[in-house]
């Protein structure tokens, strides 16, 4: 399961991006934009898609962030990570995300950054999304703009956008332009995005009022059925995942809301007898059981309904100038993974592994876990799906829990990598967690262990004091075929004992 | 709350009875594990397999022209030596012997099926050289599911006698015009009689789902063909003896140049206890390219299509029980789909032949009458997978229980008190002659009741039902594993060989400390500790002193494998005989050296110590270096060296008692089901090292629990695989499995260590379990695993619909 040969490039600019998608377009496979990999690099392994230019979106720092746009809404760059989303209140740096053709109505803070109280402020409706979406792993990675450009129908963020009223900003040859989330999503996996267009960021209208209840079949799995509602100024959404190709509103739901109707029994009629509720069968769910479900999802979303939070602080925030429109003056910070020219054929790359700089020479196609395992002999990085899903491979890269079969060696370059082979100490002494997994018989075969110790590592350096429960969720983006994963939770719990986060249930 | 129930068996500290850390964790947790995926050699090349797209296809030809000879050479059947097959034999009477050909021959019969082979630099350029070879397919009529309505129907008397199967458009294999490769009736006492003149007669027709091992790790293998006529093959085997034995045979080379090595293995689960067409495949062409070794690691999405899946079966049963719950007769029709071969070694018998001979698991039943088929597919050939046949006869066995406990008014964990084998009633004959020498099952049983607080979850659920709540579930499940199966009940359906047996040898080098060579292998069972922590107790040396070695057919004299719970039982018994006999030999030694009775010497942390003195006289160092570098100290009559090889063949096997119980709480809106507590309770007999032995049986009930409510190899009719990758076929991860409460009761078995195989009791349980616990919270039989939200909630509204629920 590996990718067929494509060119990389990496373009620093919105215009760039442009420009590479119209060249590759002229070519035999041609070009497909790379965010955060999650979906796209399981269809390149499956050779399910098999373009001859990957353009990576990686370097475009400037499309990170969430910053508000007005006092009703938000605007989150498309190269924002699920992760980035799950933490609030919005202080993401990077941002400087504006409206297309907006004179000045868009907000940042003097530098480009913002700062804690600077930013977006809250919007708990996509903290309570971002929960959903995959395992900590997956969010590191992923983004919104490509999950949104994905649009796959079970997933969380096409779910609320439309929810939200989502007007999506899209750059391409011609003038940038604004598509409604209601126009965006055309069908399975079909968007309004023409081949050389990139979604470059989006405006939410914060909800004054919203619940997400979803189904899936394990934890963090696409959604079986998902339901989000918002009150918004322009009125009620009642929106759907899972049920049909697209997410669907639900007029006749959203109407009896404007009318004052409250009662749960009462929407999830609606919803039940709604003809956007008519649902498709599949391997996991019956057609009439994603209608029935629709409708109970709604109904617990009207039980469930929360306040949004006010607007945005409007703190050390300034009116953009228009220069900041101008898509060559939009990298206004300094990228952090610099841009890069069209590459091909096989590379010399230099990887910062384990706190030495190891030079390898690959192929724009070559994972990062192939290059580790067969090129610089770490071969304590195991492979166990290739599609992002077992987390066997599972290394660290700038501390945050990455999987090395859906990241290319050439994306890893100028990033710290951490290895399982790069955490005993010097002298051999083993790290607290692998004692731990040792302590505790959290390993039997021993194959699925370097992702989960990682893991577990990171785990404990955000969260020092997981309870059992915690654990359980936090590892759940790993899969142990042996242990029953009895004595992994027990080892992860004693680790954290062992390295003073202690007192966990 | 995890811990064993009883207090380990009194030993060293390290010793048999202990936990030591084990002797595997640091390499493996530093990312130093020797995997057979992570190895490289000099000049060696990668292999990539081109699969049929389809499930039944006549092979019209195949192009590779576009690839060059040199840089791509490319195998297919026609290639030079390819004309030969594995052939699994059974003497089972009416057993049709099918071909399984190392690349598909003339036709493919299974989508997923290896075709072709490339050889490349890497494994990109394999993938990358796959595209340009063209097949000329001409699709043929498809079979996918192993019984048809008509068959269900025209017995649907689940007595036990059904009628001969028709013959099919497009059988899988000439030989076999029905599809049926193998069929046998067991029958024992009067069971039209008995049923006749039951109180109660209750019937159940349940199909299990199709899933597999899914070991984290693939298959791998790596090749090496020497032009001096050596063929070394790396793989993650269980079996490498078997392996050695077969590829010899098939490729007509002496076993002694042929020499298997298995290192780590990330995981096995039965699915690597095969000899598949691929590793054949790969070493024929190590042998066209003398020199080159030869790479092949399975990625997930080969796994899934085409490493063995298991438990797609369908049982007609009927059952009969006296007004007081006890059995009066039990009868069944059961078939199995084997897929498209007959797996090597283990024949297309294994899954049928096992539900036919266990069906009525730890319960007395006189009159029994089960016929089993098992039958040909165009889908992945079925093997042995953990539990082989019984997560599905223990789920029919408790299923016949519940329901004839309702039949009855019965309280249902009365019906097995009353059925079970107890200790008086050992030694007991089950209807298919297998004895079974323990009956410790009622104890399991009521330990099992009190740990999960029975009691207090019955009142629970009556006070649920009285003032509302979701309700819950207690399910129940009661098996009986036989373990370590020695000559006389030995593993498999009728094969040309017995696996009864294992050798051991162990060797003190000459710094006295011990060198372990066991038969079998390990794929994350800790046998380099157990194995370690036996002859350490045996011989009276340190843990530290023991190494142990397996999985090289070169190092070790013989072994069968890692497989059907035997490593501790028959493994275990070798290496402690021979550890025994060391231990012996050293003393006649060191008898003569310290003139001394050799009655009065003994061995302990490697020191020999004469009675009565606290001082120890010498060590095992001294003695060792005398045995191997001082023969002029030899006494007469002594051979240099110290060592000592023993098989041990239990003969017959042990049988290890095992009892689940968990409580469930369903949510009538969407059909979820939570486990709100799960308990376990085995009879592992002594435990060597209890916290591995914890180990399996939690592994184990987690692999259950995925067969009984998430994993589900799901064919379309035409043969494809609809859950090619880990997003479609769901494992449980963390989140989904329960704390589990396991206990141990600890009955030493009749054996050197008194010792019970443990590694796959775990997953007999847990579908008996969660069908048996949404029957009792809600009042619907589960005929269908796996049990999802979507079944689950579609039933309820049916049961509400038409008032059947009960
Ligand atoms: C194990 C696993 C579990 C997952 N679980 C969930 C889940 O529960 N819910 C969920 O929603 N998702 C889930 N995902 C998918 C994940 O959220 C992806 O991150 C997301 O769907 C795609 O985002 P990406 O940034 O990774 O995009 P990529 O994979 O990089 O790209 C996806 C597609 O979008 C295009 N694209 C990307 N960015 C842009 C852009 N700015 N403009 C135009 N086109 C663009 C790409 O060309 C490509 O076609 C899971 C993934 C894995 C591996
Ligand atoms: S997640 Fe990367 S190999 Fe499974
Ligand atoms: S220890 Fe074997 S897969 Fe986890």
Not at chain 1, 64 to 93: C, F, M, N, W
Not at chain 2, 74 to 87: I, K, N, Q
């Amino acid at each position: 399961m590996k990718p067929a040969p494509f060119a990389h490039v990496r373009p620093a600019t919105v215009a760039e991006v442009v420009e590479a998608l119209a060249a590759g377009a002229d070519l035999d496979g041609g070009a497909k934009m790379l965010a955060g990999g999650q979906s796209l690099v399981p269809l390149l392994a499956m050779r399910l898609a098999a373009p001859s230019l990957l353009v990576d979106l990686n370097a475009l720092p400037s499309l990170r962030g969430v910053a508000a746009d007005g006092p009703d809404a938000v605007r989150i760059g498309a190269l924002t990570r699920h992760a980035d989303l799950l933490v609030q209140p919005y202080s993401v740096s990077g941002a400087d995300l504006v409206a297309p053709g907006a004179t000045g109505g868009a907000l940042r803070n003097e530098n480009g950054l913002t700062g804690p109280g600077a930013g977006a402020g809250d919007m708990p409706l996509l903290a309570e999304a971002a929960r959903w979406i995959g395992h900590t792993a997956i969010r590191a990675r992923g983004t919104f703009g490509g999950s949104l450009a994905h649009a796959d129908p079970n997933a969380e963020w096409p779910a609320v956008a439309l929810a939200c009223d989502a007007e999506l900003a899209v750059a391409g040859p011609s003038a940038e332009r604004t598509v409604t989330a209601h126009r965006f999503f055309h069908g399975l996996l079909q968007t309004d995005l023409a081949d050389d267009e990139l979604l470059t960021s989006v405006r939410l209208a914060r909800p004054r009022a919203w619940a997400f209840t979803e189904l899936a079949r394990r934890h963090g799995d696409f959604a079986l059925v998902l339901c989000v509602v918002t009150e918004l100024d322009a009125g009620w959404r009642v929106v759907l995942g899972g049920v049909a190709g697209t997410p669907v509103r639900c007029p006749s739901a959203e109407a009896l809301l404007d009318a004052g109707e409250r009662h749960p029994a009462a929407i999830a009629a609606a919803v039940a007898a709604a003809p956007e509720a008519e649902a498709f069968s599949d391997l996991h769910a019956s057609a009439a059981y994603r209608r029935a479900m629709a409708a109970e999802l709604a109904a617990r979303a009207l039980r469930d309904l929360r306040p949004g939070p006010g607007a945005a602080p409007v703190l050390g925030t300034e009116h953009v100038s228009s220069a900041a429109l101008d898509p060559q003056n939009r990298a206004v910070t300094p990228p952090s993974p610099s841009a890069s020219p069209e590459r091909a054929g096989t590379l010399a790359v230099t990887l910062n592994v384990n706190g030495r700089h190891r030079a390898a020479a690959c192929e724009p196609r070559h994972t990062l876990a192939d290059v580790l395992r067969e090129q610089l002999g770490l071969t304590g990085t195991h492979l166990g799906c290739e599609q992002g899903v077992c987390g066997a491979c599972t290394v660290l890269i700038d501390g945050e829990p990455v999987r090395s079969c859906l990241t290319f060696a050439v994306q890893a370059e100028g990033a710290a990598i951490t290895t399982i082979e790069g955490l005993a100490g010097p002298d051999g002494a083993l790290h607290p967690v692998q004692d731990a997994f040792s302590r505790c018989h959290g390993l039997q075969c021993g194959y699925c262990t370097p992702g989960f110790v990682l893991t577990a590592v990171h785990l404990l350096a955000t969260e020092p004091a997981p309870t059992r429960p915690v654990i359980r969720e936090a590892l759940s983006g790993n899969l142990c075929r042996c242990t029953g994963y009895t004595g992994i939770v027990d080892a992860v719990e004693s680790a954290a004992g062992s390295m003073g986060g202690g007192g966990a249930g | 709350m995890t811990g064993p129930a009883t207090a380990p068996s009194a030993g060293t500290s390290d010793g048999v009875g202990a936990s030591p850390r084990r002797k595997e964790d640091r390499r493996l947790l530093t990312g130093n594990g020797r995997f057979v995926s992570d190895l490289q050699l000099p000049r060696m090349r990668h292999v990539a397999f081109l699969r049929s797209p389809w499930a039944h296809a006549r092979i019209a030809g195949i192009d590779a022209s576009a690839l060059d000879p040199h840089e791509h050479p490319v195998f297919t059947a026609e290639s030079p030596g390819f004309d030969v097959s594995l052939r699994a034999l059974s003497a089972l009477p009416g057993y049709v012997t099918t071909d399984q050909p190392p690349l598909a021959r003339g036709t493919a019969r299974f989508a997923g099926e290896a075709v072709a082979a490339v050889v490349a630099d890497d494994r990109y350029q394999a993938e990358d050289a796959l595209e340009r070879i063209e097949i000329e397919w001409e699709p043929l009529p498809v079979t996918v599911r192993a019984w048809t309505d008509e068959a269900l129907a025209a017995d649907g008397t689940g007595v036990g006698r059904s009628p001969a199967p028709e013959p099919v458009p497009a059988p899988v294999h000439p030989e076999a015009p029905d599809n049926q490769l193998l069929s046998r009736t067991f029958e024992a006492g009067d069971v039209d009689g008995a049923l006749a003149g039951s109180a109660a007669v209750v019937r159940r027709s349940l199909t299990t789902n199709r899933h597999g091992g899914n070991p984290m790790e693939g298959r791998a293998g790596v090749a090496l063909y020497t032009d001096d006529g050596h063929l070394t093959f790396w793989s993650g085997s269980q079996v490498p003896h078997l392996v050695r034995n077969l590829l010899a045979e098939i490729l007509d080379m002496p076993e002694s140049r042929v020499r298997v090595i298995a290192p780590d293995v990330g995981g096995g689960f039965g699915v690597k206890a095969v000899l598949y067409p691929e590793d054949l495949a790969l070493c024929l062409m190590a042998r066209s390219l003398p020199g080159t070794p030869l790479k092949w690691v399975e990625d997930r999405a080969e796994h899934l299509t085409a490493a063995c899946a298991a438990r797609d079966h369908h049982y007609e049963l009927t059952a009969g029980f006296s007004a007081d719950g006890r059995l009066t007769a039990v009868a069944a029709d059961a078939w199995c789909n084997v897929g498209a071969y007959s797996v090597y070694p283990w024949t297309a018998g294994i899954e049928a032949l096992m539900a036919g001979g266990l069906l009525t698991g730890p319960y007395k039943v006189e009159h029994y009458r089960c016929t089993v088929r098992g039958i040909t597919t165009n889908t992945t050939p079925a093997g042995p997978y953990r539990g082989v046949a019984r997560p599905a006869t223990v789920y029919a066995m408790e299923a016949l229980l519940d329901s004839g406990a309702r039949a009855l008014g019965l309280d249902p964990v009365d019906v097995r008190r009353v059925n079970l084998i107890g200790p008086d009633d050992v030694p007991y004959r089950l209807p298919t002659r297998l004895v079974d020498d323990t009956g410790h099952y009622g104890e399991c049983l009521e330990a099992a009741a009190d740990r999960l607080d029975l009691a207090g979850l019955r009142a629970e659920q009556a006070r649920r039902r009285r003032e509302g709540g979701r309700p819950i579930g207690i399910g129940i499940a009661c098996y009986n594993e036989l373990t370590g199966l020695g000559r006389a009940a030995s593993a498999g359906p009728r094969m040309p060989f017995r696996t009864g047996h294992e050798a051991c040898t162990v060797r003190v080098n000459p710094d006295g400390r011990v060198l372990v060579l066991s038969g079998v292998t390990s794929q994350g069972q800790g046998w380099e500790t157990t194995a370690a922590q036996i002859v350490a107790d045996a011989m009276g040396v340190a843990l530290d002193d023991v190494e142990v070695r397996y999985g090289d057919t070169d190092q070790v004299l013989w072994g069968f494998g890692a497989f059907s719970s035997r490593q501790a039982v028959i493994a275990g018994g070798a290496a402690h005989l021979a550890a025994r006999a060391v231990r012996e030999a050293a003393l006649r030694l060191a008898a003569e050296l310290y003139e001394a009775n050799v009655d009065d010497l003994r061995l302990e942390g490697g020191r020999v110590y004469v009675a009565g003195s606290p001082e120890p006289v010498g060590s095992l160092a001294d003695v060792a270096r005398v045995a191997y570098l001082e023969s002029n100290r030899l006494p007469a009559g002594f051979e240099p060296g110290l060592d000592a090889t023993r098989f041990y063949d239990p003969v017959m096997g042990a049988f290890a008692a095992g009892v689940q119980l968990a409580a469930i709480e369903i949510d009538p809106a969407t059909g979820e089901l939570t486990i709100l507590r799960w308990v376990c309770v085995e009879d592992a007999g002594r435990a060597i090292n209890p916290q591995i032995v914890h180990g399996q049986v939690a592994g184990s009930i987690a692999q259950g629990i995925g067969g009984a409510l998430y994993e589900h190899l799901v064919y379309d009719d035409d043969g494809n695989l609809r859950t090619g990758t880990l997003l479609d076929y769901l494992m449980p991860t963390s989140a989904e499995i329960p704390e589990m409460d396991i206990g141990h009761i600890e009955r030493p078995a009749d054996n050197p260590l008194g010792v019970r195989g443990v590694g796959e009791g775990g997953t007999l349980g847990p579908a008996a379990v969660l069908a048996g616990a949404v029957a009792d919270a809600v009042g619907i039989d589960v005929d269908e695993l796996p049990i999802t939200p979507d079944r689950l909630w579609l039933a309820l509204q049916a049961a509400t619909t038409d008032g059947t629920s009960r």
